[in-house]
């Protein structure tokens, strides 16, 4: 038999898988709804826990932010590959001509959409809540560093949740999988934010550990371009 | 496609052992087999969905695993699920593969399969609530969107009522004139005098028979299944 | 095939000499780096005898971030090749890391003990990262006792691969951003250590390295013939 | 026709339901590991929140424990259901003659003792590394509560966990309703905690927040019974 | 049973529509209707898993949906789906189903079934590595299990083999001895002849033929059917 027919291109590929990605979460629509209210309670929760002892929490803020950041992106990166799996429809995915990297990309920059958007909340409020001290100044620098971050999360999250698809308990082993690698991320996002907030800007450490984290994100695309072909292939 | 000495073995069960079959342009194969005879694996496997575990595959000319990108171009899939998003439309959903896999001139060919399968009037219904026949009609749709050269069906008859089956049999009536080649894996052992040129009989994972069914009626070929698998 | 070749081949195949060799090296090596450690090398001025953990507790500690590179090269090489020998690498050097990492935890924590008064400090970005690598590689296990079949060897091998990330981050990110408490010896000035003492633990991390061959040896021997009988069995039952 | 033959018991449904979810557990069985590890992921997480920015934790003891159970009660009941609605078999149940209330006790016992085992790493965990001072003497009086609080836990959770079933974005809703519910459950148990670990006992304050619980647990045990069979119902 | 006037609207689609139909003890019904008519939607209504939205519906004697409770004891239900947890295995599956059915002698009846439906050399492998003709006989065991008085089956010949579809039309063939009552929803016109004592044609959601095909050839009612659906 001879050659098949047309080859198509990887720019349409992507463009089509993350049309379908925001064109589910339009149709159900929640999905980063309700990631905007899981920060704001899980902010709310932490408060009770700890704000109850201590007044001033501004020494904490950068904790906060990200200990929220790190859980919020567990929760959207668990609905990466939901309703492939519950629909069973990865199989047409996978028997069409699309490179593993494409598929991996189309869900990170969904994740990056979604974070960047839970982010535009979570920050403001913090501020508000949280902060005793300058904080508004200091915003852009935060932004910053929430960029970074964004792409460290897409690139780890898609890689962990492509693994757990077809565990057997995956809503408990992805957790297990990406929370310990978010821990680099939520170090190094509190460290940067309490570098620029309450108080006088350190930006040697602010840089420290945007470049921690810049590394950070570089080690694991080269991860993801090593591995990714592996981790859908039967 | 050419298979040579195919098998897969799941954990320690073979579900496929040495399995040797050649599909040519223009050939319509049947394969019947009693359930767990290891059918589906060996659809998957030519679908490049599930790797070999020996023997070698050759799929519309490229060798499985390393060609399996371009091979993919030319393979029309249907499985037992329909894998179409259920929240999506039907057409969202065909949109995507039209992306999928670079579908010239998308819309006006995703009208035309829409039209033909019947399923314009719920074109933009999410696909959860469709019925399960209208469901396998999208997954006819879908797997026809690209205009494969090789189609792999999995019991394509399933649920759908006679005015959907009618349809299929016709598209798997033109094959032979295009050049094009179908493998079809059914049940319906009296219609496979209708829809294929040969027909295979698969038990425990092996072929056991393999000859052609022309000239022969619906009644013939139950028996000589029947006979094959006693 | 005539039988003896069967049994040659095997017994490559399954490679116990090389583990009795190494097993043997190993041996010779742990007593003499714990004869030359506790008798032989210089007492610390300040710290007394505590001190003469450091020799274990470093080597341990080095030796399992090579381990976890192993584990990280040899799920690479399973990922190329998807030979079966390649996982067994992996998943038995994953093991033996989890193993000195808690020992590397054990003994660092005693001499916390008795150096910091006590077991454990958060502040410090040495002992908190390297909680971080543990936890990654406990992660390993579960993923792997969650998936079945080839899905699991191309699962671990990929998660060895993408945890190895953490061990350079662990490793460098203490020498630039300045430990807390926790010392460190070996810059890129080299090591600030004396000379007599340079020798024993020279010898020690010789040890410790002995040790994890022949451990991964002594694994992959079993793990092979394991599979060998498994794989005579299936033969046997089909014929 | 005449009427349909054997009436079932429900202790033996009940009986079945549970060592159903046993057997699921045993098979997947790192369910029970995970929720673990996730727990001390967590509690680590924190721990870079927090810890780095002040030495002694002591006072945010019962916070840091309270907020790791609740999230770890999250990703637990956010399994409750999971096997069933990915595997289509929640038909099958519904069609035979189980009463509703039946399938939630279940659940929330299931629920009760998966949250036990938890407890059973977490509380000494936080014991040995966040405890600066007196802990062991009080750890009768922390699994008490925790008692109290895994009942609370169950029963919001089954329920919840059993709306969410029916909604599209089930990852999202549950987090969502299920952890505003638990906010009393954080404050209570953080605070019980706190009144009996790290200095003097308060045992009336503790006996209040304790009090506390029962009536939450009691509040919600009405609300289940008066609702349960509705949201089964189509 | 009996139906009386009942209908269910989805959103604003009509799905089921003012359908009259009674089944008396040991009869088998057959309903056949084009992709989307309402037959499983008929079905699940009878099954107590969807309310009527009208028209009262009387099951085994009790009127749902009061009654429900009652009337699923004596209900066996077959859907499109096996119904079973994947990662339990058969003989776990149908261990909860007797205890929630209250089974008396549960472990001799699921070894009977296993057998009776050839799955008991699968016994204890999880469901999900099945193949889907072996996860179909399972849910045959599991439907079976209660000794139900009504059964209803949707689609139950999908993915059998010829061993399966025996076993069924055997197990059918017996209930007009006990008094048991079947309405089966089937595509394959063909079958009808031999499985049901009656045909019900549905299209658009409501019966637009209910009448006897005792003395018919395969032929005759599938003649019969296409007659009304044109
Ligand atoms: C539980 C606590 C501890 C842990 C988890 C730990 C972990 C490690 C690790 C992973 C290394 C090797 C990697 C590296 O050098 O960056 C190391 C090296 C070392 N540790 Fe520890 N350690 C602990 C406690 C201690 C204590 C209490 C001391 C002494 C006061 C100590 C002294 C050293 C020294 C001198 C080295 C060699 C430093 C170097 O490689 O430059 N450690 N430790
Ligand atoms: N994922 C899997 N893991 C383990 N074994 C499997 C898996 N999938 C299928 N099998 C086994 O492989 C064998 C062949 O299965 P397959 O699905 O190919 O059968 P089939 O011929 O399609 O049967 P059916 O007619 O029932 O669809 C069966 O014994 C089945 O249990
Ligand atoms: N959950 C739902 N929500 C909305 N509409 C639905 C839902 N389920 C079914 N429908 C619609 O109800 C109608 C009848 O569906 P039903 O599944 O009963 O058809 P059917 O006769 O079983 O068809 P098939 O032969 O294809 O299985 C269809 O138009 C379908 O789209
Ligand atoms: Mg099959
Ligand atoms: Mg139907």
């Known amino acids: 038999m001879s050659m098949a027919v047309n080859r198509p291109r990887w720019t349409r590929q992507l463009a089509g898988l993350i049309r379908k990605d925001l064109r589910l979460e339009l149709r159900t629509k929640e999905t980063v709804m309700a990631m905007v209210l899981f920060s704001i309670v899980t902010l709310t929760i932490m408060q009770f826990g700890f704000g109850t002892r201590d007044d001033d929490l501004t020494r904490f803020t950068g904790g906060l932010m990200w200990v929220t950041l790190a859980f919020t992106a567990v929760l959207g990166v668990g609905r990466s590959y939901v309703a492939e799996r519950e629909q069973r429809v990865l199989d047409g995915i996978l028997a069409s001509p699309v490179p593993r990297v494409v598929l991996l990309a189309a869900k990170a920059i969904a994740i990056v959409i979604y974070m960047a958007i839970t982010e535009l909340v979570v920050i403001p409020v913090v501020g508000i809540f949280f902060v005793k001290g300058p904080y508004w100044d200091s915003i852009g620098w935060i932004a910053l560093v929430a960029l970074i971050a964004n792409v460290c999360i897409a690139l780890s999250g898609t890689l962990f949740s492509g693994l757990a698809l077809f565990t057997r308990a995956r809503d408990l082993i992805l957790p297990v999988l990406f929370l310990p690698a978010l821990v680099p991320v939520v170090i190094a996002g509190a460290g940067a934010t309490h570098a620029v907030v309450g108080g006088p800007h350190d930006m040697s450490e602010y840089r420290g550990y945007c470049l921690f984290l810049v590394g950070y994100a570089i080690l694991f695309l080269l991860v993801c371009i090593a591995t990714y072909d592996a981790v859908f292939d039967d | 496609m050419s298979a040579c000495g195919v098998g897969h073995i799941y954990g320690e069960r073979a579900a496929v052992a040495d399995v040797h079959l050649d599909v040519v342009a223009g050939e319509r194969v049947a394969i019947a087999g009693p359930n767990g005879a290891g059918k589906s694996t060996l659809l998957r496997m030519v679908a490049t969905l599930l790797r070999t575990g020996t023997g070698t595959l050759t799929v519309l000319g490229e060798e499985l695993p390393g060609g399996a990108r371009r091979a993919r171009c030319g393979i029309g899939y249907l499985a037992h699920d329909p894998l179409a998003y259920l929240d999506l439309s039907p057409r969202q959903n065909l949109q995507l593969y039209a992306d999928l896999f670079g579908v010239q001139d998308a819309d006006r060919r995703i009208d035309d399969l829409l039209e033909r399968v019947d399923l314009i009037a719920r074109a933009d219904d999410p696909v959860r609530v469709l019925s399960r026949g209208m469901a396998q009609r999208l997954a006819l749709a879908r797997m026809l969107l690209h205009e494969p050269r090789l189609l792999l069906l999995d019991e394509p008859h399933a649920s759908l009522d006679a005015a959907g089956t009618a349809l299929l049999d016709a598209e798997l009536a033109t094959m032979h004139a295009d050049g094009r080649a179908a493998v079809i894996v059914t049940h319906e052992v009296e219609r496979i005098a209708s829809v294929a040129d040969r027909l295979v009989v698969m038990r425990r994972g092996r072929i056991v028979v393999d000859e052609p069914v022309a000239g022969r009626g619906p009644a013939q070929v139950r028996a000589r299944y029947e006979e094959c698998i006693a | ?115 910091w008064g006590t077991w454990w400090v958060w502040a410090d970005p040495r002992l908190v990262t390297y909680l971080i690598v543990v936890l990654i590689y406990a992660a390993y296990f579960v993923l792997r006792s969650s998936v079945d079949d080839d899905r699991r060897l191309r699962y671990s091998a990929i998660y060895a691969i993408a945890g190895f990330v953490s061990v350079p981050l662990s490793f460098y990110s203490v020498r630039i951003a300045q430990s807390f408490v926790h010392p460190v010896v070996f810059t890129s000035g080299g090591a600030n250590m004396p000379g007599s003492m340079l020798i024993w633990f020279l010898i020690s991390l010789a040890a410790m390295l002995a040790l994890f061959i022949a451990l991964l040896e002594v694994e992959l021997v079993g793990r092979r013939t394991e599979r060998a009988l498994r794989a005579l069995s299936l033969r046997l039952e089909s014929s």
């Not at chain 3, 005898?49 to 470093?58: P, T």
């Not at chain 3, 080095?62 to 399973?78: D, Q, R």
């Not at chain 3, 998943?91 to 001499?111: D, E, K, N, Y």
Request: positive net charge; hydrophobic residues 60%.
């Open chain 3, 1 to 115: 095939m005539p039988s003896s070749t069967t049994d040659h081949a095997s017994r490559r195949v399954i490679g116990a000499r090389a583990a009795l060799i190494w097993g043997v090296i190993a041996a010779v090596l742990v007593t003499v780096a714990s004869v030359g450690v506790f008798l032989v090398a210089p007492e610390d001025a300040d710290q007394g005898v505590i001190q003469r953990i450091f020799y274990f507790h470093v080597a341990i500690a080095l030796v399992s971030l090579v381990i976890f590179a192993v584990a990280c090269v040899a799920g690479i090489l399973y990922l190329r090749t998807r030979n079966v020998r390649w996982d067994d690498v992996s998943v038995t050097a994953i093991r033996i890391g989890m193993l000195f990492s808690v020992l590397v935890i054990i003994t660092g924590s005693i001499w916390a003990k008795a150096s």
